[in-house]
């Protein structure tokens, strides 16, 4: 591991929430460091294309206005230090003396692993899809929405011929336009849910969620566009496998009016997002098990102060709930820790804190709506006994559950941990990313337990796999 | 081999260099990622697993590791990588299993 | 704790490859045997250790001088009682236990190492265990991934590896098959001794409080068990050591041995799936609870030089090493006692009250949970223990005061 370096703040991940937290750190006049594993600031909804591309019109919908103008203001800064392509692999304990925190970083170009320590730390990560596994899902050509939509944003690839759309997120329809947009073809818009759900979700809120009238209307008009493109969009139609044999030929849904195969190249899943949270965890900060899609939110006070002090949290990390409100927060965690740091006049500070507050407030009602109408829980497709749940280990639902069978031998309280321990899911490379929420979930059924109140894996260093090569990259002081 | 391609309307591209995907040439544009060079050019199987089914990406986005390949840039020594996160330049080689021992 | 155990034959404390396993021994004897562990089965050191079967003498035992080794060595003769166990295991227990006994190796990189590791060898065939040392060329010859700039290593073809996150709940469910109560999520927070030489303990479980009356009281509670000693006023001298572990992503078998250093804290091994475990003793450090004393309940956190001093000497020894994948480390607390033998038997002072811990009690624990459980039906200490009874540190509860 090579030198340190010393911020006042650090801070994990250049998406919305990132880039907002930056802004205010900055403008208080605290050295700060943002960090992403990406090669370009932005984050998962603004991933730019590479530097020497030129892309007329790039993500100019009203959608990403807030987000690019913030992106825009960002890339301005001078004063401060973004570690583009630099992965996070751990956060720990600081000096000993001094406190705060030290950040192994691992620079994906140079490579090695470098140390930075910093006096307080904003853990910004963001959040994933949310991985389902049903049969085939494993099939090259199978991938998340995030996948298909991040190609077309970037490098402007279309990942497929026939790309079909199947889940329960209305983000859905905008991929779909996306992918129309690029001169794609659109097998198919699955909703797994019937109308009368996404209705019966919309219908109570509407008076609060028409101050978000903004989204709605991109909603409405993107079903609209579709359907007007021939682009058949379908409720109450539910992924059953996906079929191939090198890469994905078809997949089979079904739905009221019985199965329909769809031929494609590229199926994309969109169920939700899980919080990223292997940092916060491995450091040690309280999280909780999310709604709808699960995963684990980190705590934080109103301040987006975490359970451990010097540590906060922003945007998605902190619960998901979509870019503005991953900007608000963002900005709320970069006053906050600006104030903690003497750095802000406390009285400003909370006046500006307050009036973010009252904006995230605003917006609640779209958020819990959105929620509630893309909640994947009761549509969730079933693996068969063969399915692997585990991608990395090649562990299927029948290793699964005889796993947790033997677990529940004499005990009831066991948690995901002791599950991996026998059968080893959850121990590749991701390292338990993909299929935790799912191990979860099957404990939970299994035992009859609430998925909130079954423990996940334990975080541990290193947050991404990095090469023992690259960390004994300094000779190391042997004890 | 699937119907991708790259999105030609609307997009400049930096002249492309050669990649060498698992010793074959593999023309790709400076800056897109690995992943995405590969993808555009219709390869999917990014491993088999170990029954020796085959693979594929599946976040682009760093989460979920399935694109993992070796990289080497020029002389330098071969590399972990995830492909989703490594930008292409000139005089770089992928493999998708492990190169021989040295 | 269900009802029809609360008067138990013996009562063990700890659901770790201790524990279970003199439970499955005792239920076989046919004992009454409750168990309560407070978390889960596996879930301490027995579940996060190497897993390495390693029957040299230690590193440990070498580094504190001559004497000490010599003392040490006396530990030979329980480690080939060991090699009989582990070679007996699965038939025992009627299942696989990922247990691969192809080889050891103990490398000396140094001709002053190489020095040490024939001392040791003559010592060890002296007392009957079979290493033999290998120079250089044989070495590589055995072992080509290894560096080609090792000196040469001490052989041993008993030693290997085994699976420590299914051992103890082998243990745990055929104990269960032979009738004794394994209760999770079960806390031992009070033990007296009563008048009439009955032990009367608390159990905080997940439905409430319990009190066990039982004649036998087995302590399998790893680096707790001190504490827990400290409920009946009694001393026992272990002390918890706070250590780390590092696991690579998987790759194609390269390396079918066990491997140690004479001169570096090291252990290595290739699981069956192909990743390998890195170990050998690196410590990692207690986390401070709020009063600032080491929170020992908790897993210790990783030091920074140690995780990387502990990966420079693997990726030196086997060079290959260095550009597979760290996937993963973590932390976990064993215990040492005072002259570094296992603690296993009866209390003098507090008849009824067993002990079972100490360091290296994977590659020890079925050979010892065995002898201990002859111990308690036989009523009198098993030979074989005679150099590992607690009473060797008498003098300890010279001052407890007992009914
Ligand atoms: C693939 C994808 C596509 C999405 N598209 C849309 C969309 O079109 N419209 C919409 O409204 N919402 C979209 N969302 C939701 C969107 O993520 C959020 O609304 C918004 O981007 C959240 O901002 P954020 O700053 O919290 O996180 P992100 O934008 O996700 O930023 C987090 C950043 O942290 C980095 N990071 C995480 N962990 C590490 C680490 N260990 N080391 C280094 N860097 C790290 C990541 O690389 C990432 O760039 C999408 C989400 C995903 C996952
Ligand atoms: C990182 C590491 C590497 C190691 N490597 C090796 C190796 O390669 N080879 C080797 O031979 N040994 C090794 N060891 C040592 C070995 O793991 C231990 O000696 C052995 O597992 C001890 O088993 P045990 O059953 O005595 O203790 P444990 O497995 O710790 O079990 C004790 C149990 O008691 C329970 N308990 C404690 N207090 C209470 C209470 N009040 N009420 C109820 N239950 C309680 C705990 O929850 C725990 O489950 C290693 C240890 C570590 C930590
Ligand atoms: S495709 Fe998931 S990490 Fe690259």
Redesign the interface.
């Known amino acids: 591991m090579n030198a340190s370096m010393s911020y006042d703040v650090a801070i994990v991940g250049g998406g919305p929430a990132g880039m907002a937290a930056a802004e205010r750190t900055i403008g208080a006049g605290l050295s700060t460091c943002l960090i992403d594993?990406?090669?370009r600031l932005g984050g998962?909804i603004l991933r730019q294309?590479?530097?020497?591309?030129?892309?007329?019109?790039w993500q100019s919908g009203r959608l990403y206005r807030a987000a690019r103008a913030l992106l825009a203001r960002v890339e301005r800064l001078d004063a401060f230090d973004f570690r583009a392509?630099h992965?996070v692999l751990g956060v720990g304990a600081g000096h000993a003396e001094e406190g705060g925190f030290a950040l192994s970083v691992q620079p994906?170009?140079t490579?090695g692993v470098e140390r930075i320590d910093a006096r307080r730390v904003i853990v910004a990560g963001g959040c994933?899809?949310m991985?389902v596994a049903f049969p085939g899902w494993?099939?090259?050509?199978?991938?998340?929405a995030?996948?298909?939509q991040?190609?077309?944003k970037?490098?402007?690839?279309?990942?497929?011929?026939?790309i079909a759309l199947f889940g329960t997120h209305p983000l859905m329809i905008v991929l779909a336009e996306q992918i129309l947009a690029?001169?794609g073809e659109v097998a198919g818009v699955h909703f797994a849910q019937p109308r009368r759900a996404m209705l019966a979700a919309l219908g109570p809120r509407l008076p609060g969620v028409l101050r978000a009238w903004r989204p709605l209307l991109e909603g409405a008009r993107g079903l609209a566009n579709l359907r007007q493109a021939g682009v058949p969009v379908h409720f109450g139609s539910a992924i059953v496998r996906a079929e191939g044999?090198?890469?994905l030929e078809a997949i089979t849904l079904l739905r009221a009016g019985g199965r329909e195969r769809v031929a494609c190249?590229?199926a994309a899943m969109c169920y939700g997002f899980l919080p990223?949270s292997d940092l916060v965890r491995q450091v040690g900060a309280a999280v909780r098990w999310a709604p709808g899609p699960g995963g684990w939110e980190t705590l934080c006070d109103e301040g987006m102060r975490s359970s451990l002090p010097g540590l906060y949290v922003a945007g998605e990390t902190a619960g998901v709930a979509g870019s503005d409100v991953a900007m608000l927060r963002g900005a709320l965690a970069g006053v906050t820790l600006a104030c903690d740091a003497g750095a802000l006049d406390e009285v400003e500070g909370a006046r500006v804190a307050a009036a973010l507050r009252a904006r995230i407030a605003r917006l609640a009602p779209f958020t819990a709506m959105l929620r509630e109408l893309a909640d994947p829980q009761a549509y969730l497709p079933e693996p068969e006994l063969e399915t692997?749940v585990c991608?990395?280990e090649?562990v299927s639902a029948r290793a699964l559950d005889a796993a947790i069978a033997a677990c529940a031998e004499g005990d009831d309280g066991f948690g995901a941990s002791a599950v991996k321990l026998r059968c080893r899911a959850g121990m590749?490379?991701?390292?338990g990313?993909?299929c935790e929420h799912a191990v979860i979930r099957r404990i939970a059924r299994a035992s009859g337990r609430e998925a909130a109140q079954v423990a996940g894996f334990t975080a541990r260093f290193p947050a991404?796999?990095v090469?023992i090569?690259?960390l004994l990259e300094r000779d190391a002081p042997a004890r | 081999m699937?119907?991708?391609?790259?999105?030609e309307?609307?997009?400049?591209?930096?002249d492309r260099v050669t990649l060498r995907l698992d010793g074959a040439d593999l023309a790709a544009?400076?800056?897109?990622?690995v992943l995405?060079?590969l993808?555009?050019s219709g390869a999917?199987?990014?491993r088999d697993?170990?029954?020796g089914?085959?693979?594929?990406?599946?976040?682009?986005?760093?989460?979920?590791?399935?694109c993992?390949v070796w990289v080497r840039k020029g002389a330098a020594?071969?590399?972990?990588?995830r492909a989703c996160?490594?930008?292409v330049e000139a005089d770089l080689c992928v493999l998708t299993h492990?190169p021989e021992?040295t | 704790m269900t009802p029809g155990s609360s008067h138990p034959d013996i009562l063990i404390v700890g659901g770790g490859l201790l524990g279970c396993a003199s439970a499955w021994h005792l239920a076989r004897r046919g004992l009454r045997v409750a168990l309560v562990e407070q978390s889960q089965v596996n879930a301490g050191a027995s579940g996060q250790n190497a897993g390495s079967l390693h029957f040299q003498i230690e590193r440990r035992f070498l580094e504190q001088g001559e004497e000490a080794a010599s003392d040490a060595a006396r530990i030979v003769s329980l480690n080939r009682l060991a090699i009989a166990e582990w070679q007996g295991l699965e038939d025992m227990l009627g299942r696989g236990l990922d247990i691969a006994m192809h080889g050891g190796l103990m490398v000396a990189e140094t001709e002053a190492e190489m020095a040490l590791l024939a001392f040791k060898v003559a010592r060890e065939n002296a007392l009957g265990l079979p290493t033999r040392l290998l120079d250089a060329d044989e070495l590589r010859a055995r072992a080509p991934c290894l560096s080609p700039h090792l000196a040469g290593a001490a052989w041993l073809a008993e030693e290997g590896h085994a699976n420590p996150r299914i051992l103890a709940g082998a243990f745990a469910q055929q104990a269960a098959r032979e009738g004794a109560v394994i209760a999770c999520g079960a806390r031992l927070t009070g033990l007296a001794m009563q008048a009439d030489g009955q032990y009367r303990a608390t159990i905080e479980g997940l439905d409430g409080l319990g009190e066990v009356t039982t004649p036998r009281v087995l302590l399998a509670s790893g680096h707790w068990s001190a504490r827990l000693a400290g409920l009946l006023g009694l001393n026992l001298p272990l002390y918890p050591v706070p250590l780390m572990m590092n696991v690579t992503?998987r790759?194609?078998q390269v390396l079918p041995f066990l491997v140690q250093h004479v001169g570096q804290r090291l252990s290595m091994k290739q699981s069956e799936d192909g990743n390998f475990l890195i170990g050998g003793g690196w410590p990692s450090r207690f986390r401070r609870r709020a009063d600032g004393l080491p929170d020992l309940d908790r897993p210790g956190e990783i030091v920074e030089a140690n995780l990387l001093g502990n990966l420079a000497v693997a990726a030196r020894v086997m060079p290959?090493l260095a550009?597979r994948?760290l996937l993963r480390s973590w932390t976990g607390t064993t215990c040492i006692s005072a002259d570094q033998l296992p603690l296993v038997g009866e209390v003098g002072k507090a008849p009824g009250l067993f002990v079972a811990a100490g360091g290296s009690l994977f590659t020890l624990g079925p050979v010892l949970a065995r002898l201990l459980a002859q111990t308690i039906v036989d009523g009198r200490p098993a030979d074989e223990l005679a150099l590992f009874l607690p009473d060797r540190f008498a003098h300890l509860n010279a001052f407890a005061v007992l009914p």
């Open positions: 594993e990406q090669p998962q294309p590479p530097p020497g591309f030129a892309v007329t019109g392509g992965a994906l170009a490579g994933y899809d991985p494993t099939l090259p050509g199978v991938m998340s995030g996948a298909v991040t190609l077309l970037s490098p402007q690839v279309l990942p497929g011929g026939r690029a001169g044999g090198d890469a190249d590229v990223q692997l991608r990395c090649d590749g490379l991701c390292q990313r993909s991404r796999a090469p090569a690259e | 699937s119907g991708a391609r790259r999105i309307e609307g997009v400049r591209r930096p544009c400076p800056g897109e990622s995405a060079a993808v555009a999917r199987r990014l697993d170990r029954e089914t085959a693979r594929g990406a599946f976040c682009n986005m760093g989460t979920c590791s399935e993992t020594a071969w590399v972990r990588r996160l490594v930008p492990a021992a | 992503e790759g194609e290959g550009a994948s």
